[in-house]
């Protein structure tokens, strides 16, 4: 059975972008990640979802990961019929996000919840497939957002 990441994965090119881990290029990065989306026909919804995802991540790396200090971040993406498919990799030090995500506390008072974690738990749980790894002193998080009407499993009416 073919999967929606091998679908993606069958597109023809990828495409990358490295930038420096800084606030100011993330906008580049939304940006790379837009276009994907665009190539790939992803609606507005899931549009949003991958550039959320991918934004929250990158925002981690660049204020927690390398903590204002150099560092490059790179961005590789893969669009196809099936959806999109985006690889972050940095150098800083070791962080899965899939560890450090918080998720919300039902009825605990937001100016009572510990700070952190849940910007991670809001970006992985808006991806349709996450995975990541630390290979090679380099922090790798890979990121499917399928295009509507892809799952193979449609909810029943």
């Known amino acids: 059975m ?10 023809r090119t990828s495409s990358v972008l490295e930038v420096p881990a800084t606030v100011g290029a993330l906008g580049d990065i939304a940006s790379f990640v837009l276009r994907l989306a665009g190539r790939a026909g992803l609606d507005k919804g899931s549009a949003y979802r991958l550039r959320l995802a991918v934004d929250e991540l990158a925002t981690n790396i660049v204020m927690h990961g390398y903590r204002g200090g150099d560092g490059r971040i790179t961005v590789r993406g893969r669009s196809g019929p099936g959806g999109v498919r985006i690889t972050i990799e940095d150098t800083a030090p070791a962080f899965d996000p899939v560890e450090g995500r918080l998720p919300p506390a039902p ?11 849940l910007g991670i738990h809001l970006a992985l749980t808006s991806v349709d497939e996450f995975s990541y790894v630390h290979r090679d002193g380099r922090n790798i998080s890979a990121l499917t957002v399928k295009a509507e009407g892809t799952d193979p499993c449609p909810p029943r009416p």
């Open 107 to 117: 009825g605990v008072p937001p100016e009572d919840r510990r700070i952190g974690g």
């Open 2 to 11: 073919t999967t929606v990441t091998d679908m993606v994965e069958l597109a």
